[in-house]
């Protein structure tokens, strides 16, 4: 457990070691939810990721892919066509 203390501006000072573990730097962007009363923050580009790769899940099988070689083989095969050759 890690203590903050609030300045009179209502700003607080995210411990180091919370900071490091939720690899935020300066000028980073953290999300505040609450779930049944509780507060809880992650880092927004994190939870973005994981929200997109949540999205994305079985996509590539749905698809017809069997595994990540066919899909990237599509994928060289588009850029080409994209390029001209």
Request: net charge positive.
């Amino acid at each position: 457990m890690e203590v903050a203390k609030i300045s009179s501006k209502g700003q607080i000072t995210i411990p180091v070691s919370v900071r490091n573990k939720l690899k935020l730097k300066a000028g980073d962007k953290i999300v505040i939810f609450e779930e049944n009363g509780r507060f809880y923050f992650e880092n927004s580009a994190m939870l973005a990721f994981k929200r997109a790769e949540n999205a994305f899940a079985g996509e590539a099988e749905n698809a017809g892919f069997k595994n990540e070689e066919e899909m990237q083989d599509y994928m060289k095969e588009i850029r080409k066509e994209v390029r001209g050759y």
